[in-house]
């Protein structure tokens, strides 16, 4: 059974950049997929996007596998990705004891 990990990247926030604190990602499996789902995810790993420049704001989606050649991912934007594999993404926030801003006092 071949499992997807999605993670949705960008956006206003700034998820997935190593600054942030917000984290959306998930997993789905792809027999929980429509045929026409299965069909968008495979033509994505057979001709991934070519890399186009990053739009202010907009979310771009990786999807990764395990494929018969090893690991695989593509990246590309939300408009190009089946809405079920999407939906399935969910937003977490990332908190550490030691992320608390250190200040130092000025003299």
Known sequence: MTVLHVERLGGLPGVG???????????ISLSDLSQADRAAVEELFRNPPRAAPVLRDAFRYRISRDGSSGGESVEGAERGLATRVAADVKD???????ARPRWRSVQ
Do not use: A, K
């Open 17 to 27: 950049n190593p600054r942030s604190r917000l984290r959306s990602c998930g997993e």
């Open 92 to 98: 977490t926030f990332i908190c550490e004891r030691d």
